[in-house]
């Protein structure tokens, strides 16, 4: 296995015209968490979705544990890379327990919904949960998905948005364990105190990558002004 | 896991009970009749009821399940009008080739019911509840009345296809004309069961389905066909019927969760024992000139589409 997990050159976007993303490129090495900063509608999700093999339009070249994810069968993706979509949406009104029974790997998902502080809620349906609890939830069917996390990838969308602050710091925790796990993490995420405990930080703005690199070197005052207007 | 037993053998002996009472019951009086005669008479309206309600217990499923809608359900997303329309095309342009071999009559439902299955995905888009259920609405609208256009103008079919609008065909059935209908029902339905992991991971959404290893459109396309198929096949063995692959789910999902694989099966079960009950109420209830096994159907389920519409918030 190449030292490589996510490789992307050029990466563009467009949705009916509007260009979400406009050249992106990244290179991410297993053993890492890599963080996806920048305002609202800057291109952060699109980059994960096409990072993840969900917008088969994507132009440019993309490498996700070595194969294009746009051709690439979408059961064979599935064993080597994790997607969390931002919305904790569910259609039907399902138990916790149910999650067990549509995991594809039951006791490594019952182990990180004991992990997220879910085990005493396991009976209680979604609608009986908070956002927060409900997303926790589907974090932890996402991240169980792909069993031994080394040489693995999971790209997740805000994965802490809506969580009490014991389970951020849960989730911020799980991630970096991944990574030293031997995986690759890619998370999209408005929280700086997260940001900077990442090992690297892609910084959009509309659509474009305006710095990529470690958080020292990338959230310098001027590239934060620069890019939210705040100081 | 006791719970889903429970259901499923609770379902079943059910079913085996309602199975003895229908065959004791009809026009010809109580009782199987000397060596069985009432019978093997009454035996394929039983089959072809069960075949039916198994097809559109599970097409219902399979239909909220892919459209991730409660309220999806071929009755009223006029995937049924599609088939009974295909039928009167058929019966408009050539009645007498409609007779000649036991496949024509099911094709001409299947293409219906395909043609207005597209129609619906191409115009309602996903996840709407108000937009799909107007979309059927005006596909229901249009089949009935080009359905009822028809009958009108041919003088040999109006009866039958008034009787299929009316959900009344069970009364005909033979063992000639139910054998390839019900295969087919049975037949579709095992496909659909095959796709209950699909429709599990949709539940979360295209996009995180995609991601969890599921071709969603594949998947789609061969929910939509096979849903077509079983709604062909039940239209060829019964008429038009709603609500039962509303009615099934529904039941299906509060006994036993909303898993579809666990759920489509029980769905399924239900389903035929619904409509078989339905048809037998109406065969009891008024022996001589029975209610269509619609028509009880459409009693027990339009307070409950009700019910679930008023629920279903998005």
């Known amino acids: ?231 | 896991m006791n719970r889903t037993l429970l259901a499923f053998g609770s379902g079943l002996f059910g079913l085996v009970i309602l199975i003895f009472i229908a065959l004791s019951v009809g026009s010809a009086g109580t009782g199987w009749g000397d060596g069985g005669g009432l019978m093997l008479l009454r035996a394929p309206r039983i089959l072809a009821a069960l075949a039916a309600g198994l097809a559109l217990g599970i097409g219902g499923a399979a239909q909220q399940g892919v459209f991730r809608n409660p309220l999806a359900d071929p009755g009223l997303t006029g995937v049924f009008g599609g088939a009974l329309f295909g039928i009167a095309i058929l019966l408009g342009v050539s009645p007498g080739l409609a007779w000649q071999l036991p496949w024509i009559i099911p094709l001409a439902a299947f293409l219906g019911a395909l043609l207005t299955s597209v129609l619906l995905v191409l115009i309602s888009g996903r996840g709407n509840t108000a937009r799909l259920l107007i979309t059927g609405l005006g596909l229901n609208a249009f089949t009935a009345a080009g359905t009822l256009v028809i009958a009108s103008r041919s003088n040999e079919s109006r009866e039958l296809l008034t009787n299929g609008a009316y959900g009344d065909w069970l009364g005909m059935a033979t063992f000639e004309l139910i054998w390839l209908p019900c295969l087919l029902c049975a037949f579709a339905s095992g496909l659909l069961l095959t796709l209950g992991r699909s429709f599990d991971l949709l539940s979360f959404g295209e996009d995180s389905a995609q991601a969890s290893g599921c071709d969603v459109n594949r998947s789609r396309r061969w929910a939509v066909l096979l849903t077509a198929l079983a709604a062909a096949a039940a239209t060829c063995l019964i008429g038009q019927v709603a609500f039962i692959g509303l009615l099934a789910p529904h039941l299906a999902r509060g006994i036993i969760g909303p898993r579809h694989r666990l759920m489509m099966p029980l769905s399924g079960l239900l389903g035929g024992g619904l409509l078989l009950c339905a048809d037998t109420i109406g065969r009891a209830a008024w022996p001589q000139s029975p209610l269509s096994a619609a028509a009880v159907m459409a009693l027990l389920g339009a307070p409950l589409f009700i019910w679930i519409a008023r629920r279903s918030h998005e």
């Open chain 1, 1 to 231: 296995m190449s030292e490589i997990a996510v490789q992307a050159l050029g990466v563009s976007v467009a949705f009916n015209g509007h260009r979400a993303l406009d050249g992106a490129s990244l290179s991410l090495p297993f053993g890492t968490v890599t963080a996806l900063a920048g305002p609202n509608g800057a291109g952060k999700t699109t980059l994960l979705r096409a990072l993840a093999g969900l917008i088969p339009q994507a132009t440019g070249e993309i490498a996700t544990a070595g194969y294009d994810p746009r051709t690439t069968p979408p059961a064979r993706l599935a064993s080597v890379r994790a997607y969390g979509a931002q919305a904790a949406y569910s259609a039907w009104d399902f138990t916790l327990s149910d999650f067990l029974f549509l995991s594809s790997d039951p006791s490594l998902c019952d182990s990180w919904l004991e992990r997220l502080q879910l085990t005493d809620l396991r009976h209680r349906r979604l609608s009986q949960l908070s956002i927060g609890q409900k997303k926790s939830a589907h974090l932890a069917l996402a991240i169980s998905s792909l069993g031994e996390p080394f040489g693995k990838i999971f790209l997740l969308d805000e994965p802490t948005v809506g969580l009490d602050l014991a389970r951020q710091e849960l989730v911020q925790k799980a991630c970096l364990d991944l990574a030293l796990a031997g995986a690759a993490c890619v998370v999209a995420t408005h929280d700086m105190n997260f940001i900077r405990r990442c090992h690297q930080v892609a910084v959009l703005s509309e659509g474009r990558m305006i710095a990529y690199g470690p958080p020292a070197a990338t959230l310098t005052p001027a590239i934060i002004y620069e890019t939210w207007g705040v100081s």
